[in-house]
């Protein structure tokens, strides 16, 4: 069956520090993979996707991510994080055929002082 | 240029009574979807529509009942509201989703 997997459920960072969310996929063929930040009180808006070639994806925000085939893996990255980035963040894939996302459970960010 | 609007924002309900969730989208989308948002239950899909004209079934869609009204409009019915459809409800639109704001239902 077609899932997505988050890891991490929360994760607490320091502004200024890096941050990475990690994502692993269990698709058939390679998959269309997406990622979605939620702030609280807001609907999901999509941070950037791939679908295909380079495997590094940049996107909004300053954010980006990185496929990897080998570990079935699209994890999001940010080199320093600001207090704003404190909030869920949702991975999600789906095929080239299918109509409809699988999502994550999400990992919330908190961001301290 | 809205994108997706969802109306009401925020809605109280009986159980028993029942109303409809309106949503629409602007981006000329063939696709469009119906998701339900609990605590440490992440996003479950209750509806979703391919294209105009088109209807299916998501992962819960027991209680609801929706309509493609138009390529634009998509709306879910909750035909006789329970405490258990207390949650909060988002429209997305297209395949890489783009999202409406989402409308806070609670049944007592």
């Known amino acids: 069956a077609q899932s997505v997997t988050q890891p991490d459920i929360h994760i607490t960072v320091s502004e200024g520090a890096s941050l990475e969310l990690r994502c692993n996929y269990s698709?058939?063929?390679?998959?269309?993979l997406f990622w979605y930040v939620q702030s609280p009180g807001q609907g999901l808006q999509l941070l950037l996707k791939?679908?295909?070639?380079?495997?590094l994806v940049q996107g909004i925000k300053g954010f980006e991510a990185e496929f990897k085939r080998s570990q079935s893996s699209f994890n999001l990255r940010k080199p320093s994080v600001h207090w704003s980035d404190a909030a869920e963040y949702f991975c999600?894939?789906?095929?080239?055929?299918?109509?409809?996302?699988?999502f994550g459970a999400g990992t919330t960010v908190t961001v301290r002082a | 240029n809205a994108g997706v609007t969802q109306t009401p924002k925020f809605q109280v309900l009986k159980t028993g009574q029942s109303m409809t969730l309106q949503c629409a989208q602007d981006?000329?989308?063939?696709?469009m979807y119906w998701y339900r948002q609990d605590p440490g239950m992440g996003l479950r899909l209750i509806y979703y529509?391919?294209?105009?004209?088109?209807?299916d079934k998501g992962e819960v869609p027991n209680g609801y009942n929706v309509s493609r009204l138009n390529k634009r409009e998509f709306s879910l019915r909750l035909e006789s509201a329970a405490p258990s459809q207390t949650s909060v409800y988002f429209c997305?639109?297209?395949?890489?989703?783009?999202f409406g704001p989402g409308t806070r239902l609670t049944v007592t």
């Open positions: 997305a639109s297209g395949y890489e989703q783009y």
């Open positions: 698709y058939g063929a390679t998959p269309y």
């Open positions: 791939y679908f295909s070639g380079d495997t």
């Open positions: 999600a894939a789906g095929g080239p055929n299918d109509y409809k996302l699988s």
């Open positions: 981006m000329n989308h063939n696709s």
């Open positions: 529509s391919a294209s105009e004209g088109t209807t």
